[in-house]
């Protein structure tokens, strides 16, 4: 996801939850309150990572290909 980001000159904020056990906290938090990690929670019992935060609304990344529509969809990339 970051490649992708990067390869398209989107500015971004890169978090690794792993990074420090409050960072792991906030996204585990997200993870336990949204609604687009219900599947997950409940059935798939994955991290949901990676993930975006576009305008508030968290999005799953199913890869490199779906990051490239999202750039699209939300028109991310400046023209």
Do not use: W
Request: charged share 35%.
């Amino acid at each position: 996801m970051k490649e992708v980001l990067s390869k398209n000159d989107i500015k971004y904020m890169y978090v690794d939850v792993c990074e420090s056990v409050g960072k792991l906290k906030l996204f585990l938090t997200l993870r336990d309150t949204a609604e687009v990690y219900r599947d997950i929670r409940e059935n798939s019992h994955r991290a949901g990572i990676p993930a975006i935060v576009i305008d508030n609304e968290t999005i799953l990344v199913q890869g490199p290909e779906h990051m490239e529509q999202l750039i699209e969809q939300y028109k991310l990339k400046e023209e």
